[in-house]
């Protein structure tokens, strides 16, 4: 991978479509344009052309805009040629492009990461970028837009300056305690605030698990004993048929999983098997896989069959969990204090019930605080190691030297977050997530 090349990819969506945006950026772009369309149009804005092989042949008519760099979203001479959506038209022109020296196809997220290198963007925003262009639901999509437009990044640079100033006066009073322009006793102020700081960071570091609920999505389990209507729920909660309902105990005998968008969140809804002793080697390993989810989800709705004695006996569910009587229809009235919602998913209203009763839980988790929160691992760690070198730091038994030097680590693991200090290794991962042409 050269910046020396010119690169070049579909930018757009699959084909055909009404609209192809081919996108080229690099140091032969603008000689490129010109030999494909003749004069360039003004700086950024469009024009329509003629798009020509270099034989003369018309390829199409469309579109084009040029962006001279450093003004442009990689920091280099782009443009963009938005032409008909044929599979002819982008053949024909992606391998006229391929003709020319020093150009070659774009890799994956190679555009982004020369954003990235060239300083147009940091890495929280390019991993802004990379979730908005999977984003599926409302609040996935504002979570995405706070960290693409830098705003989670100004958090980060905001508490890493005030780190770098708290370890410039503490050097400062370390080598000039005799110069009279350095007040005595600097650092007790110093670190007042760090204390300020590191309750900050703390509670951002606390919000993690609300960035991963809305970036990832709200685990809901239905549990229960076998035939207690789990598979019923999750049908009519999906508004489809996903898992087989039958009469017969312990139909379902492995994890199934589906989506849901409720009112702009994410919710991962799992079917398990019936928890029940069985001596079916199969149906076992479906109720360990069982637990495994329950014991990972956010939310477990434990449902028991009110038509019957029935009442689910869970007693191994350490998170969140509603009680929910199931087949009402078929009557069990009496027992409905024992629940804490009783349903029918023969009807839409008690449907509708658990749908509100999921929604209510994940505004719960999520809602009351700002969207500048991690979304992801790499994030996360790199924030809790600031914290952990700020306490080091506050450990006033520690010498002002090593106190200092805590303060460096951490500066340097915020620094991390955003890309300010190498993170070389994670530069791979990061953009192989993209799509080519971004």
Known sequence: MSH??????LSSGSLPSGVAVVRISGPR???????????????????LRSIRSRNGLVLDRGLVVVFPGPRSFTGEDCAELHLHGSKAVISALLEEL????????????EFSRRAFENGKVDLVEIEGLADLLVAETEMQRRLAIEQSL??????????????LTARALIEAELDFADESDVPGAVSDRVWASLVILRDEISRN???????EIIRDGFKVVIAGPPNAGKSSLMNALARRDIAIVTEYAGTTRDVIQCDLDIEGYAVKLYDTAGIRET???????????AQQKIDEADLVLLLSDMSTDQVA??????????????????????????????????????VGAVRNLILSAVKGRVDGGSLAIPSRIRQRQFLQTALDEIDLALDDAKGLELRAEHLRQSAEALGRVVGRVD????LGKIFSEFCIGK
């Open 4 to 9: 020396q090349d010119t690169i070049f990819a």
């Open 313 to 350: 006996e869970q007693t191994d569910i350490s998170g969140p969990k509603f009680n929910v009587g199931t087949k009402r229809d078929l009557g069990g009235a009496e027992r409905s204090d024992r629940f804490d919602i009783c349903i029918s998913t023969l009807r839409d209203e008690d």
């Open 279 to 289: 001596a079916d080697v199969v149906e076992r390993e479906g109720i360990r896989r």
């Open 423 to 426: 993170v070389e290794t994670l």
């Open 150 to 163: 830098g705003n989670v990044s100004k958090v980060f640079d905001d508490w890493r300056e005030r780190l």
């Open 29 to 47: 772009t603008l000689s490129v344009c010109t030999d494909l369309f003749g004069d360039l149009p003004a700086s950024r804005e469009f024009a």
């Open 98 to 109: 391929q003709g020319f020296d020093g150009c070659r196809l774009a890799e994956a997220g």
């Open 205 to 211: 570091v606390d919000d993690e698990k609300r960035g």
